[in-house]
T-cell receptor
Framework: DAKTTQPTSMDCAEGRAANLPCNHS???????VYWYRQIHSQGPQYIIH???NNETNEMASLIITEDRKSSTLILPHATLRDTAVYYC????????????FGRGTQLTVWP | SAVISQKPSRDICQRGTSLTIQCQVD?????MFWYRQQPGQSLTLIAT?????????ESGFVIDKFPISRPNLTFSTLTVSNMSPEDSSIYLC?????????FGPGTRLTVL
């Protein structure tokens, strides 16, 4: 049921921007793009979501392409605590509630 | 957002026994969910816990194995029944508020 494709792993130097890509070429017009992360078997942490406009909050920025077939999560200044598995999910908010988690991207931030 | 707590945070159980996991939310929410994360795997939805009605289970999960209660809008329990080592997983509850789903810290279950 996964509708997104992400690289298996990425790494990033501490203090640099981490850019995590996600492909969702079959996204529907009413589906949002959500990003979560999971730090070593803790509960997933919500990061950000968007429909078609770029979004920014205190944690990250979300850049969605104009055709909405892909997006990029940007952590502007990665720290060691950002090491986690990052999940990109597309869904219609509240529709049956389910989130389909794929394998995600293991981001490793190194000193 | 929502603040979610789970009890217990972890447990080690003997096969054939049952464990009830509690999930408490700091605000009233309509939709609560239970997920399982097996070792090295991603999250899988077990069921949606509806207040005042029976839970809705996903394919591959049955009420006899994973009975769920939802007595009010801030609380739910998941029971893992007649456990086997294959039930060793992290069990997570989540809630939908606004248009976002938030997760609890999880319960790490080991079955011997």
């Amino acid at each position: 049921d996964a509708k997104t494709t992400q690289p298996t792993s990425m790494d990033c130097a501490e203090g640099r921007a981490a850019n995590l890509p996600c492909n969702h070429s079959t996204i529907s017009g009413n589906e949002y793009v959500y990003w979560y992360r999971q730090i070593h078997s803790q509960g997933p942490q919500y990061i950000i979501h968007g429909l078609k406009n770029n979004e920014t909050n205190e944690m990250a920025s979300l850049i969605i392409t104009e055709d909405r077939k892909s997006s990029t999560l940007i952590l502007p200044h990665a720290t060691l605590r950002d090491t986690a598995v990052y999940y990109c999910i597309v869904r219609v908010p509240t529709t049956l509630g389910r989130l389909y988690f794929g394998r995600g991207t293991q981001l490793t931030v190194w000193p | 957002s929502a603040v979610i707590s789970q009890k217990p945070s972890r447990d080690i159980c003997q096969r054939g026994t049952s464990l009830t996991i509690q999930c408490q939310v700091d605000s009233q929410v309509t939709m609560m969910f239970w997920y399982r994360q097996q070792p090295g795997q991603s999250l899988t939805l077990i069921a949606t816990a509806n207040q005042g009605s029976e839970a809705t289970y996903e394919s591959g999960f049955v009420i006899d194995k994973f009975p769920i209660s939802r007595p009010n809008l801030t609380f739910s329990t998941l029971t893992v029944s007649n456990m086997s080592p294959e039930d060793s997983s992290i069990y997570l509850c989540s809630v939908e508020t606004g248009d976002t789903q938030y997760f609890g810290p999880g319960t790490r279950l080991t079955v011997l």
